[in-house]
């Protein structure tokens, strides 16, 4: 069963608009975290912003905010003024406890475009 | 800042030969990991490392096998190359404790191509 769903594969987004990127989750252990990462096309794996399952507070990290509905399972990115240099693709992950924080599993990512 | 390295950015091979892609990390990590990343498929966990000479295998190891020697290398094998294994390869590194939880550390990766 797929854990992690990113349901768009690609989304467009005006410069200096906000942009939300949907995440849902799957887990039936109670400590876990939720990261996203951004990919540009330079192939490296920029690490964003991190949610805790026991945190109660949204993460924020600059213009980037975690939207975590942890009853829904969903954990939404939020950028904030976005600027063309956002341009990339993006992947929620998750890691499990119960696996010593080893296992990391990925979606299959959004690619976000930001239009001048 | 921490540095994940990895040997080539890109990497030709042929069917049947057996390939090494090399990552150096330079945070004394106890962690590593390789990944596979596909269009649509996101990142795959092959194997990780948590501590020198040891490994586990992730999600899809067959066909694969690591090896760690030395705590700052991890080595991917491909003992025999196959078509199917076309893909972008990844590296991570994370520190052991409560912030392996969440913190890894990415290499450039190495595309590589199986004619």
């Known amino acids: 069963a797929q854990k992690i769903t990113q349901t768009q594969p690609g989304m467009f987004v005006q410069e200096k608009e906000a942009v939300t990127l949907d995440c849902t989750y799957d887990?039936?252990?109670?400590?876990?975290?939720l990261f996203w990462y951004k990919q540009p096309s330079s192939g490296e794996m920029i690490f964003l912003i991190y949610q805790g399952s026991y945190d109660e507070q949204n993460a924020t990290e600059g213009r980037y905010s975690l939207n975590f509905q942890k009853a829904r399972k969903s954990a939404n990115l939020v950028i904030s003024a976005s600027q063309l240099g956002d341009s990339a693709m993006y992947f929620c992950?998750?890691?499990?406890?119960?696996?010593?924080?080893?296992?990391?599993?990925f979606g299959a990512g959004t690619r976000l475009f930001v239009k001048a | 800042d921490v540095k994940v390295t990895q040997s080539s950015r890109y990497l030709v091979k042929r069917t049947g030969e057996k390939v090494f892609l090399e990552c150096v990390q330079d945070m004394d990590h106890e962690n590593m990991f390789w990944y596979r990343q596909d269009p649509g498929l996101g990142l795959r966990l092959i194997y990780f490392s948590y501590d020198v000479k040891m490994k586990e295998k992730g999600d899809i190891p067959e066909g694969y096998s690591v090896s760690r020697e030395k705590k700052e290398r991890f080595s991917l094998i491909l003992e025999s190359a196959s078509t199917n294994q076309t893909s972008m390869y990844l590296c991570a590194s994370s520190s052991s404790g409560t912030r392996a939880l969440y913190e890894q550390y990415f290499g450039p990766g190495t595309r590589l191509t199986v004619t």
């Open positions: 887990t039936s252990d109670q400590s876990y975290g």
């Open positions: 992950a998750m890691r499990e406890a119960n696996t010593g924080g080893f296992k990391t599993i």
